[in-house]
């Protein structure tokens, strides 16, 4: 089935009666309003999410969307930070922004009796931010401080050095999301409003809200923000991401002489999120690496004692995303993991059993039994449906589709998804325990960069503390 959105069909049985129900409006000015009820507690919660997400960074300016969504949170030209945090306390709300790889996200929950006054909190905070020079000063000084202990965290050394490899060098999304100390130090408050300017077109934007609201009752809360915010405000950026460009396959390292724990990441590139395939291979994962009895953590951990747990996924991303192994060893133990987890690979390509395809059926259908609980939960499951233009009842033909394969079908998923002998592998630990692999090992620093071409960052990653 081609995952272009649609509206879900009738539900008549018990989980179709339980999956959220999406009602979708566009607005005045071109913003694009998908709501969702939940009536048990008295509160709302919005997401407004704009093209401001840390692939539109040119590469001197990385860094810069997740700064802009920190410094979206320190006023408005009517508020100081004090005065904004004091109005949302009196309100009883709560407002955050964040940054992903394509969107940048204020939130909002806030009680339904005071509605009203937080929300147009929100819009201050998303069109009139404060952008003081003091506030930008201190926000820069405590970024620059964590890009200068970045070392420290041998799990976020991986993390980051995952990315570069799978990502490639010449995208924003092949390096932290807190930028370089070269280009935070070079950014500046003028920078950091041009950025935001360029994101707030409301063609591109889009609205989720969970609270006891209808549709229309929704989009009439949410006339303030049309009146406020014109479609021609800004013209559409031409902006325009650069592919990703993985390294090649092979054994990577972070050296860390000293540590007692290394952190191993091992995958490869995978399919974007609108691929036909997408909703099955967490399904077909699930035995693999997706949850406490998988074969990957019954290896490594219940049968070896290697690591306190393993998991294996596809990361969902419009553009393309990746698969990954993701866990801590006992250093002494690194080589053995990847051998372990190599093997376990291979073998899976020929499928699940029949056992372990029935407790996959069984525990994603008890999952979306309990999942739209909360509102926190509609608005996630919002978010993502419209985030990646999926089906309203995506989950529902997940089970529909798992339903009629048999573990020849999975296996044939997973030999067209899972790539053995394509891998990266990437430790972040004692080179000196992947001696025994009698496979080549190319050092990386700090951020992930060959150490060849890493001398302008002065990184070596040796020099870090042990994990």
């Given amino acids: 089935m081609k995952l272009d959105r649609r509206t879900a069909p009738p539900r008549s049985g018990p989980l179709e009666a339980r999956l959220p129900r999406i009602v979708r409006r566009t607005l005045d000015n071109g913003l694009a309003l998908a709501t969702c009820r939940a009536s048990a507690t008295p509160e709302t919660l919005i997401e407004i999410s704009v093209g401001g997400g840390r692939s539109r960074e040119r590469l001197d300016e990385l860094g810069l969307a997740s700064l802009v969504a920190k410094l979206l949170q320190e006023g408005t030209r009517k508020h100081t930070t004090v005065e904004l945090v004091d109005a949302l306390d009196y309100l009883g709300a709560s407002l955050h922004a964040a940054v992903d790889e394509d969107s940048l996200t204020l939130s909002l929950r806030a009680l339904d009796r005071h509605l009203g006054p937080s929300l147009e909190l929100l819009i201050d905070t998303l069109l009139e931010p404060r952008f003081d020079a003091l506030d930008f000063e201190r926000v820069r000084t405590l970024r620059l401080a964590a890009l200068r202990s970045r070392g420290e965290e041998a799990a976020r050394v991986a993390d980051r050095a995952w ?24 950014a500046s408050v003028a920078r950091a409003r041009a950025f935001h300017e360029r994101s707030l077109d409301p063609r591109g934007a889009r609205v989720a809200l969970v609270g006891n609201w209808s549709a229309d009752e929704a989009a009439h809360w949410l006339d303030p923000l049309v009146r406020r915010w014109p479609s021609a405000l800004a013209a559409p950026s031409g902006f325009e991401a650069l592919p990703a460009s993985a390294a090649a396959a092979g054994l990577y390292c972070v050296d860390r002489p000293l540590a007692a724990q290394t952190e191993l990441r091992i995958g490869h590139r995978a399919v974007a999120a609108s691929h036909p395939d997408w909703l099955l291979l967490a399904a077909m994962n699930y035995p693999l690496g997706g949850q406490f009895s998988s074969r990957l953590n019954l290896n490594l951990r219940e ?16 553009g393309g995303g990746s698969f990954t192994v993701g866990l801590a060893v006992q250093s002494r133990h690194t080589a053995e993991s990847i051998r372990e987890v190599r093997r376990e690979l291979a073998e899976y390509l020929a499928g699940p059993t029949d056992a372990e395809l029935a407790f996959t059926r069984e525990a994603l259908e008890q999952g979306l039994a309990r999942q739209f609980e909360t509102a926190s939960a509609r608005l996630s499951f919002v978010h993502t449906v419209e985030h990646f233009g999926w089906p309203d009842d995506y989950p529902l033909e997940r089970l529909r589709r798992l339903a009629a394969l048999a573990p020849a079908d999975l296996a044939e998923l997973a030999r067209a998804h899972l790539h053995p002998s394509d891998l990266r592998v990437l430790a972040v630990g004692p080179r000196a325990e992947l001696e025994s692999l009698a496979q080549a090992v190319r050092e990386l620093d700090l951020d992930g960069a060959p150490l060849a071409d890493a001398s302008a960052c002065g990184a070596r990653a040796s020099v870090g503390p042990p994990a």
């Fill in 303 to 318: 049968q070896r004692g290697f690591t306190y747990g393993v998991h294996s996924g596809f990361e969902a991303r419009r």
């Fill in 163 to 186: 990315d570069r490899l799978l990502e490639g060098p010449l995208t924003s999304l092949g390096h932290s999301a807190l930028g370089t100390q070269a280009t935070i130090a070079a």
